[in-house]
């Protein structure tokens, strides 16, 4: 049975990436900040192991990463991010957890496996000095320490990416977003169970293409 580990799955399109990985029958590891009130999470039908993470704390994460030592995960999606908040919380949030957690797991994953890191089009400089807004910066530096990070990880034998999602009808994106969460998640999933080696170090949108950095 494959595996995967989704972090920041309690909700919109992390909730939804746990149900479609579920239905496809994978041994689903989901993290939430609050694991005794899972709320949907705790709803959703297949193999699904909850797990409390909070990303800015390295003694949950090194907790998470005992309870996974015998795991060999195929599949990490790192999802969890905030909107609003701070520069400092947004940058610890978005840009600096995805890698830090990522440098952490990635001992818990086969040979081959694939990662995957929301980012947003709104971190796309596009050859922009200027501020992207607190948000967009931080976007902005997650893709940048990615890529900083990518040829170590693929000489550890994994192939990533950072990916948009898409604008999702979520409580972040909003109501006139442009897509539902099972259209994000369909094509997130698609693009997943194909990636390999020749995705390595690209960004790129739920349906696969490639977005300019």
Same mark, same amino acid.
């Given at each position: 049975?494959?595996?995967?580990?989704?972090?920041?799955?309690?909700?919109?399109?992390?909730?939804?990436?746990?149900?479609?990985?579920?239905?496809?029958?994978?041994?689903?590891?989901?993290?939430?900040?609050?694991?005794?009130?899972?709320?949907?999470?705790?709803?959703?039908?297949?193999?699904?192991?909850?797990?409390?993470?909070?990303?800015?704390?390295?003694?949950?994460?090194?907790?998470?990463?005992?309870?996974?030592?015998?795991?060999?995960?195929?599949?990490?999606?790192?999802?969890?991010?905030?909107?609003?908040?701070?520069?400092?919380?947004?940058?610890?949030?978005?840009?600096?957890?995805?890698? #830090?957690?990522?440098?952490?797991?990635? @001992?818990? =994953? &086969? /040979?081959?496996?694939?990662?995957?890191?929301? !980012?947003?089009?709104?971190?796309?400089?596009?050859?922009?000095?200027?501020?992207?807004?607190?948000?967009?910066?931080?976007?902005?530096?997650?893709?940048?320490?990615?890529?900083?990070?990518?040829?170590?990880?693929?000489?550890?034998?994994?192939?990533?990416?950072?990916?948009?999602?898409?604008?999702?009808?979520?409580?972040?994106?909003?109501?006139?977003?442009?897509?539902?969460?099972?259209?994000?998640? #369909?094509?997130?999933?698609?693009?997943? @169970?194909? =990636? &390999? /080696?020749?995705?390595?170090?690209?960004?790129? !949108?739920?349906?696969?293409?490639?977005?300019?950095?």
């Amino acid at each position: 049975m494959p595996s995967i580990l989704i972090v920041g799955a309690s909700r919109g399109i992390g909730l939804g990436l746990v149900s479609q990985f579920a239905s496809e029958g994978y041994r689903v590891h989901a993290t939430t900040r609050t694991p005794g009130a899972p709320g949907k999470l705790g709803s959703i039908k297949g193999d699904i192991q909850i797990h409390g993470l909070e990303v800015r704390d390295d003694t949950q994460l090194d907790e998470l990463a005992v309870n996974l030592e015998n795991e060999n995960l195929d599949i990490l999606i790192h999802n969890a991010g905030i909107y609003e908040a701070t520069r400092d919380v947004l940058m610890e949030v978005n840009a600096e957890a995805p890698i #830090r957690t990522c440098e952490r797991l990635i @001992e818990q =994953m &086969n /040979s081959g496996g694939r990662v995957v890191l929301m !980012t947003s089009q709104l971190g796309a400089r596009r050859g922009k000095d200027e501020s992207l807004g607190n948000y967009g910066d931080s976007k902005a530096a997650l893709n940048d320490r990615f890529r900083e990070k990518a040829k170590d990880w693929s000489e550890q034998g994994i192939s990533a990416v950072v990916m948009h999602p898409g604008w999702v009808r979520t409580d972040m994106g909003g109501e006139n977003a442009d897509i539902s969460v099972v259209e994000s998640t #369909r094509g997130i999933f698609s693009f997943v @169970e194909s =990636m &390999n /080696s020749s995705d390595h170090g690209r960004f790129v !949108t739920w349906e696969g293409s490639d977005h300019p950095w």
